[in-house]
């Protein structure tokens, strides 16, 4: 199992920017996909951004432009920086990992965009 512990998040007004980070028990290297997903009340996680270890980066379309995925393999580190926060963007976001069919996720942080 991919071990996985996330830290930032918070509260921001509108237009603000946060950044969230997740830490991997594994070297990240070698976790192929890398990835963050939020969950709204009453609402499945949806996909928010992937990064491979083969250097691909996908959004959802919501967060293109917006939203930023990295990678750090020296602190074992994957990173989602988002800015020109909207309301919308409100939910708890989670890490998620998977390495060789194991599959690992983050204990979820808030994020709340409010004015």
């Known amino acids: 199992q991919v071990q996985l512990v996330e830290s930032g998040g918070g509260s921001v007004q509108p237009g603000g920017s946060l950044q969230l980070s997740c830490t991997a028990s594994?070297?990240?290297?070698?976790?192929?996909?890398m990835s963050w997903y939020r969950q709204t009340p009453g609402n499945q996680r949806e996909l928010v951004a992937q990064?491979?270890?083969?250097?691909?980066?996908n959004y959802a379309r919501p967060f293109e432009g917006r939203f930023t995925i990295s990678r750090d393999n020296t602190r074992n580190t994957v990173s989602l920086q988002m800015n020109r926060l909207t309301p919308d963007v409100t939910a708890v976001y989670y890490c998620?990992?998977?390495?060789?069919?194991?599959?690992?996720w983050g204990q979820g942080n808030q994020i709340t965009v409010s004015s």
């Open positions: 998620y990992g998977l390495k060789g069919g194991r599959t690992g």
């Open positions: 990064s491979t270890n083969g250097g691909s980066r």
């Open positions: 594994k070297r990240i290297s070698t976790i192929s996909t």
